[in-house]
T-cell receptor, first 116, second 114 residues
Framework: GAVVSQHPSWVICKSGTSVKIECRSLDFQATTMFWYRQFPKQSLMLMATSNEGSKATYEQGVEKDKFLINHASLTLSTLTVTSAHPEDSSFYIC????????????FGSGTRLTVV | AQKVTQAQTEISVVEKEDVTLDCVYETRDTTYYLFWYKQPPSGELVFLIRRNSFDEQNEISGRYSWNFQKSTSSFNFTITASQVVDSAVYFCALGLYNNNDMRFGAGTRLTVKP
């Protein structure tokens, strides 16, 4: 149980375009999902907390207008990288908490974004 | 504020050697959870273990073992008789009971050579 599906697993886009990444909880409802970013050979850094039905909470230094998060249902959160630039190239990974577990964080398989 | 420190950036061992990955954490909360994840080259995070702050009992799972010591705020991970397939980046993470997010250490890149 507690499976999180993330799509796409990799994407290449041109500078200036937008890219949408989806994170779905397949067998549980997640009122909260998290988006992390990982640069090569670095740790995962929390970008934002996505709350179903309300605005996302962004970590300090993360541009909310650039990284749009939508959590319209209990099983889906999306991260849209708007007007992507090469410096946005990174590994993006989402996680969700299964409320049936005391502390249960399940991670998606990640999305490798390359902006050319 | 909570913080996780993995002082070992990279470790290289020869197959069949034992290796210990260190993790030191900081938090003012009395209820918290500690995790270890493995990240192979493919990128996904593989859950290895979760330990709550009230359970200091050490755990062994096959070749893996974990040593949790609250007195030193450490949660170290030992791989016995390492194998090439153990090569990956290993992350230690801290989760608070009243918060939702997790804080990760910088990770330790383990290379096991044949």
């Amino acid at each position: 149980g507690a499976v999180v599906s993330q799509h796409p697993s990799w994407v290449i886009c041109k500078s200036g375009t937008s890219v949408k990444i989806e994170c779905r909880s397949l067998d549980f409802q997640a009122t909260t999902m998290f988006w992390y970013r990982q640069f090569p050979k670095q740790s995962l850094m929390l970008m934002a907390t996505s709350n179903e039905g309300s605005k996302a909470t962004y970590e300090q230094g993360v541009e909310k207008d650039k990284f749009l998060i939508n959590h319209a249902s209990l099983t889906l959160s999306t991260l849209t990288v708007t007007s992507a630039h090469p410096e946005d190239s990174s590994f993006y990974i989402c996680s969700a908490r299964d409320p049936a577990r005391v502390v249960g964080y399940t991670f998606g398989s990640g999305t490798r974004l390359t902006v050319v | 504020a909570q913080k996780v420190t993995q002082a070992q950036t990279e470790i290289s061992v020869v197959e069949k050697e034992d290796v210990t990955l260190d993790c030191v954490y900081e938090t003012r909360d009395t209820t918290y959870y500690l995790f270890w994840y493995k990240q192979p080259p493919s990128g996904e995070l593989v859950f290895l273990i979760r330990r709550n702050s009230f359970d200091e009992q050490n755990e062994i799972s096959g070749r893996y073992s974990w040593n949790f010591q609250k007195s030193t705020s450490s949660f170290n991970f030992t791989i016995t008789a390492s194998q090439v397939v153990d090569s990956a980046v290993y992350f230690c993470a801290l989760g608070l009971y009243n918060n939702n997010d997790m804080r990760f250490g910088a990770g330790t890149r383990l290379t096991v050579k044949p």
